[in-house]
C-alpha cells in the first residue's frame, strides 16, 4: 500500500557532502518514527539517524556532528544531510517508515525503501 522512494545517493571524494531523500506514497493517514539506515559489505544494518513524528532526532556515533536528519511532514518526506564524508561511510542506504494507513485503525506498518549506494572515495 505505501513505497518509499529514495533519491541523492552516488559517489563523491572524501571531504564532500551529499543529500539523501525519501517520500512516502500511496495509503498514507499518518507516520510515526522514520529513518536512516545503512549496510556496508559483510557487516550488519546499523541505525545512522533517526527522528520521531515530533522531530526528536539521534544518531550513530560514528556521524554526529556530520550528519544532519530532518523530516517534512506536508511532503511525507525525511532527509539525511551528509557532510564531511568519510571512506568509512560507504554503504547502501536504506530509508525506514513507520505508517499508518487509516484514521479507524491505529495499527502502524514498517516500510523499508530499496536502498541507495553512498561511495566515499578517498
Known amino acids: 500500500q505505501v513505497q518509499l522512494v529514495e533519491s541523492g545517493g552516488g559517489l563523491v571524494q572524501a571531504g564532500g557532502s551529499l543529500r539523501l531523500s525519501c517520500a512516502a506514497s500511496?495509503?498514507?493517514?499518518?507516520?510515526?518514527?522514520m529513518g536512516w539506515y545503512r549496510r556496508a559489505p559483510g557487516k550488519e544494518r546499523e541505525l545512522v539517524a533517526g527522528i520521531t513524528s515530533d522531530g526528536e532526532t539521534n544518531y550513530a556515533d560514528s556521524v554526529k556532528g556530520r550528519f544532519t536528519i530532518s523530516r517534512d511532514n506536508a511532503k511525507n518526506a525525511v532527509n539525511l544531510q551528509m557532510n564531511s564524508l568519510k571512506p568509512e561511510d560507504t554503504a547502501v542506504y536504506y530509508c525506514n517508515a513507520v505508517i499508518r494507513h487509516y484514521s479507524y485503525s491505529d495499527n502502524y506498518y514498517n516500510y523499508w525503501g530499496r536502498g541507495t549506494q553512498v561511495t566515499v572515495s578517498a
Open positions: 500511496g495509503r498514507v493517514f499518518s507516520i510515526g518514527a
